[in-house]
């Protein structure tokens, strides 16, 4: 707020009079700097000033938390406590397994979703995808030079079709679920990740 001391004190008047388009920060900088210029203000003003701010902390805030609900709402939708609900590893875990390691990840979650759900059709296949599309994917990729984005994009868009066709194919866009711990996925895919990484920069010597 470092620009309010440089204000006239019509021009800070106007922060006051049109204060519900200014952060709050701003108008409490203003109102000490207004006092510190000799303005009075009663009580009544600063109750209703301070109202005004309040108002608008809470709606800020409360846009904040509509803005992340509906943004996650689309991979919370289906996850319940009902302990009869198979225990899942979630659409947002595989999405992100896949893209930070790679599709077979992924597709292996998946298929071991699709053993705890009453249809046990697909198991196989979801492997036999992860597996073929992970090894396209890495002789795509080792015939062109090494390319950061487009090992992010392929992996992207495995997990898309992942979600988008074996989740909704083999387990259901609505079926119900428990979320499943993730940390023995997790410490594979980084003790894989960093086999990975070694196995790479030995091939370079």
């Given at each position: 707020m470092a620009t309010i001391?440089?204000?006239t004190d019509e021009e800070l008047e106007g922060y006051i009079t049109n204060r519900r388009k200014y952060v709050p920060?701003?108008?409490?900088?203003?109102?000490?700097?207004?006092q510190r210029r000799g303005r009075v203000f009663t009580d009544e003003e600063l109750e209703e000033i301070v109202r005004d701010k309040n108002e608008q902390i809470d709606s800020e805030r409360k846009e904040d938390e509509e803005l992340?609900?509906?943004?996650s709402k689309g991979w919370n939708k289906n996850l319940v406590r009902d302990e009869n609900a198979p225990a899942l590893y979630s659409e947002?875990?595989?999405?992100?397994f896949?893209?930070?390691?790679f599709v077979l990840f992924g597709s292996v979650l998946v298929a071991l979703n699709i053993k705890r759900t009453e249809s046990k059709n697909g198991f196989w296949q979801v492997l036999i995808f992860g597996l073929s599309y992970t090894a396209g994917q890495i002789a795509i990729l080792d015939s062109i030079p090494r390319n950061s984005i487009l090992t992010i994009s392929f992996n992207l868009f495995g997990a898309f079709i992942l979600q988008k066709f074996f989740w909704q194919k083999y387990?259901?866009?609505d079926t119900k679920y428990r979320a499943r711990p993730v940390w023995i996925p997790l410490a594979i895919g980084?003790?894989?990740s960093?086999?990975?990484i070694l196995a790479a920069i030995a091939s370079e010597y």
């Open positions: 001391p440089s204000k920060e701003a108008i409490s900088a203003t109102i000490d700097e207004l992340w609900q509906s943004s947002r875990v595989i999405y992100i896949s893209a930070v390691f387990i259901g866009k980084v003790v894989l960093a086999l990975f």
